[in-house]
């Protein structure tokens, strides 16, 4: 059954089951190495900051380049880099949101504590109602426009039920959106008529409406798979219905993704609500359809200890991520290109800090809006589960940025392919609809492609030479120069797709792996292999903790 099928990578496996299956090592933190290693980070990790504030001094001789990009900032009469959108978006509404964060949950919270033969009736009709009102406010008269698409969507769904139209229509339909929303940007009511031009002017504090639509995407096509695989189950199972009624008990997250609904739990009611949804609309986490409609019909309370914390590590972050963009200014060195007379460890702290900078951006937009859904009992995926600089692993990396569009893209694309059958052709169209549904454009493209070529080697090596080498004394070393390869290729692929393209790729690394300098450079690689070091032992060190993840 498609709908059951075990498409979720496990993060967590229960250690007693699992224990005896992975041998795990003795500790290395205490050992001679690794004190040799200690040092070398306390050498230089000092020298990476040092580097990167020093080449975004206003003494530098690149510094009139960039300066205009630079805004006004707060810590110690500092100029702060918010020359990416993103970032300059978030910051310039982030007080608002979180006015909106605080009214949008403290009357929700009012009516999740009312009596439970109401408050889930009450509840869904406040959200839809605080939802509308807000995407009023932010897309004007645009409402319409994503009203209407979406109906379309839940047309195929009721329409084609158990067909195999209902998928193929619903992912025509979506990948065609995302086009023509790109083509038209968002359309004009002029376009279709002259006389509803005056409608083009009531277009909200946020007229791109189409820029966030592509999360409404990845929930369409939630909804009308999830309700899909929901009649093929009944259809294959006839007392589907009756074990869901008696199970009433709150499931854990795999269970409550994997498992249909009531079929009438399928209505367009509920799927407003889901897709309209205003904590987790404008960038996440991505939740299934399945699993926000179960937490609100089984009203989910979540610890708030647990909240508490979270927002506290919110905070805390915000503050590390202020810092950077005061010191280092690494976008708007980039935006400019001004590295002249950098050397190639200049270069490569600008490559490694631009990345840490998408990540720490990334991260608190995702923790914030995460943060919205927890204050009002929605849980969902934590979308960064480890550090950007605690990656070696192409595929790891990818099950931990991003966690929960990785997930859905498991479920639904992943899976339905066929899995680990076909993983150099499956994880080729996953990547070209990742490049895709981010943002039509070459530079995504030829990001997605870079990202499948970089696969094949450790898609190879794990399969077919890790195993008959496992046993070598020197196993951990030749494994570290792989992991640090990968580590090389990861930045050159996501330095193309987030921060400078192609071409502006090729002139950094050009720089930075010259021939002449090719001592710098095996330096680098050697402290890279370091840290994959630490990187094994940190895995190693949650085996002997009973965790046991995938990335």
Request: proline share 3%; net charge positive; glycine share 4%.
């Given at each position: 059954m498609a709908g059951n099928a075990e498409y979720i990578p496990l993060d967590n496996l229960n250690s007693h089951e699992n224990s005896h299956k992975i041998r795990v090592g003795p500790s290395r933190w205490k050992t001679p190495e690794f004190y040799f290693y200690y040092l070398v980070f306390i050498v230089n990790i000092p020298l990476m900051f040092r580097c990167a504030i020093k080449f975004s001094s206003p003494n530098n001789v690149n510094y009139p380049k960039y300066k205009d990009l630079l805004s006004d900032g707060?810590?110690?009469?500092?100029?702060?880099?918010?020359?990416?959108?993103?970032?300059?978006?978030?910051?310039?509404?982030?007080?608002?949101?979180?006015?909106?964060?605080?009214?949008?949950?403290?009357?929700?919270?009012?009516?999740?504590?009312?009596?439970?033969?109401?408050?889930?009736?009450?509840?869904?009709?406040?959200?839809?109602?605080?939802?509308?009102?807000?995407?009023?406010?932010?897309?004007?008269?645009?409402?319409?426009?994503?009203?209407?698409?979406?109906?379309?969507?839940?047309?195929?769904?009721?329409?084609?039920?158990?067909?195999?139209?209902?998928?193929?229509?619903?992912?025509?339909?979506?990948?065609?959106?995302?086009?023509?929303?790109?083509?038209?940007?968002?359309?004009?009511?002029?376009?279709?008529?002259?006389?509803?031009?005056?409608?083009?002017?009531?277009?909200?504090?946020?007229?791109?409406?189409?820029?966030?639509?592509?999360?409404?995407?990845?929930?369409?096509?939630?909804?009308?798979?999830?309700?899909?695989?929901?009649?093929?189950?009944?259809?294959?199972?006839?007392?589907?219905?009756?074990?869901?009624?008696?199970?009433?008990?709150?499931?854990?997250?795999?269970?409550?993704?994997?498992?249909?609904?009531?079929?009438?739990?399928?209505?367009?009611?509920?799927?407003?609500?889901?897709?309209?949804?205003?904590?987790?609309?404008?960038?996440?986490?991505?939740?299934?359809?399945?699993?926000?409609?179960?937490?609100?019909?089984?009203?989910?309370?979540?610890?708030?200890?647990?909240?508490?914390?979270?927002?506290?590590?919110?905070?805390?972050?915000?503050?590390?991520?202020?810092w950077t963009i005061h010191y280092m200014y690494v976008n708007a060195i980039i935006r400019r290109r001004a590295y002249e007379n950098f050397s190639p460890f200049d270069y490569s702290m600008l490559a490694y800090f631009s990345l840490n900078n998408v990540w720490l951006k990334l991260l608190i937009i995702w923790r914030f809006f995460r943060l919205w859904a927890l204050a009002d009992n929605i849980d969902t995926v934590e979308n960064m589960n480890r550090s950007m600089s605690n990656n070696y692993s192409m595929a790891g990396f990818w099950r931990a940025w991003h966690s929960s569009y990785n997930k859905w893209n498991i479920r639904y694309i992943y899976i339905p392919l066929g899995g680990n059958k076909n993983p150099i052709i499956n994880n080729a169209v996953v990547f070209t609809f990742v490049a895709i549904w981010h943002d039509i454009s070459l530079k995504l493209l030829e990001w997605s492609w870079l990202i499948i070529i970089f696969l094949i080697p450790e898609i190879v090596c794990t399969k077919f030479i890790d195993k008959r080498i496992r046993h070598l004394h020197s196993y951990r070393f030749i494994k570290s120069i792989g992991a640090s390869s990968n580590i090389v290729l990861m930045i050159t692929a996501n330095m193309v797709g987030y921060v400078i393209g192609l071409d502006g790729a090729k002139e950094i690394l050009g720089e930075i792996f010259a021939p002449q300098h090719i001592l710098s450079w095996l330096y680098m690689f050697f402290c890279i292999m370091v840290t994959t070091q630490v990187m094994f032992e940190i895995r190693e060190e949650e085996k002997r903790r009973g965790i046991f993840k995938k990335y």
């Amino acid at each position: 059954m498609a709908g059951n099928a075990e498409y979720i990578p496990l993060d967590n496996l229960n250690s007693h089951e699992n224990s005896h299956k992975i041998r795990v090592g003795p500790s290395r933190w205490k050992t001679p190495e690794f004190y040799f290693y200690y040092l070398v980070f306390i050498v230089n990790i000092p020298l990476m900051f040092r580097c990167a504030i020093k080449f975004s001094s206003p003494n530098n001789v690149n510094y009139p380049k960039y300066k205009d990009l630079l805004s006004d900032g707060w810590i110690f009469d500092r100029k702060a880099d918010v020359s990416d959108a993103q970032t300059n978006s978030f910051r310039s509404f982030a007080f608002i949101l979180l006015y909106v964060l605080i009214s949008h949950v403290t009357i929700s919270r009012i009516i999740q504590a009312l009596p439970s033969s109401v408050n889930v009736k009450y509840r869904k009709i406040y959200s839809l109602i605080f939802s509308i009102i807000f995407l009023i406010v932010l897309y004007g008269t645009s409402l319409i426009k994503i009203l209407l698409i979406l109906s379309l969507n839940y047309y195929i769904a009721k329409h084609f039920g158990k067909s195999k139209m209902n998928p193929i229509l619903t992912w025509i339909l979506n990948i065609a959106i995302l086009f023509l929303n790109d083509y038209f940007q968002g359309y004009k009511f002029s376009a279709l008529w002259s006389g509803l031009s005056f409608l083009d002017k009531r277009s909200g504090l946020m007229p791109r409406w189409f820029i966030n639509y592509n999360y409404c995407v990845l929930r369409s096509i939630s909804f009308n798979l999830d309700y899909y695989w929901c009649l093929k189950n009944k259809d294959e199972s006839k007392d589907t219905e009756s074990k869901i009624i008696e199970n009433n008990s709150m499931k854990d997250y795999k269970a409550r993704v994997k498992d249909s609904l009531l079929e009438k739990d399928y209505n367009f009611f509920n799927y407003l609500i889901y897709l309209l949804y205003v904590p987790l609309y404008l960038a996440g986490p991505i939740i299934t359809f399945n699993d926000f409609i179960y937490q609100i019909n089984h009203r989910n309370y979540l610890p708030v200890k647990k909240t508490v914390l979270y927002a506290i590590r919110f905070v805390a972050i915000c503050l590390l991520f202020e810092w950077t963009i005061h010191y280092m200014y690494v976008n708007a060195i980039i935006r400019r290109r001004a590295y002249e007379n950098f050397s190639p460890f200049d270069y490569s702290m600008l490559a490694y800090f631009s990345l840490n900078n998408v990540w720490l951006k990334l991260l608190i937009i995702w923790r914030f809006f995460r943060l919205w859904a927890l204050a009002d009992n929605i849980d969902t995926v934590e979308n960064m589960n480890r550090s950007m600089s605690n990656n070696y692993s192409m595929a790891g990396f990818w099950r931990a940025w991003h966690s929960s569009y990785n997930k859905w893209n498991i479920r639904y694309i992943y899976i339905p392919l066929g899995g680990n059958k076909n993983p150099i052709i499956n994880n080729a169209v996953v990547f070209t609809f990742v490049a895709i549904w981010h943002d039509i454009s070459l530079k995504l493209l030829e990001w997605s492609w870079l990202i499948i070529i970089f696969l094949i080697p450790e898609i190879v090596c794990t399969k077919f030479i890790d195993k008959r080498i496992r046993h070598l004394h020197s196993y951990r070393f030749i494994k570290s120069i792989g992991a640090s390869s990968n580590i090389v290729l990861m930045i050159t692929a996501n330095m193309v797709g987030y921060v400078i393209g192609l071409d502006g790729a090729k002139e950094i690394l050009g720089e930075i792996f010259a021939p002449q300098h090719i001592l710098s450079w095996l330096y680098m690689f050697f402290c890279i292999m370091v840290t994959t070091q630490v990187m094994f032992e940190i895995r190693e060190e949650e085996k002997r903790r009973g965790i046991f993840k995938k990335y």
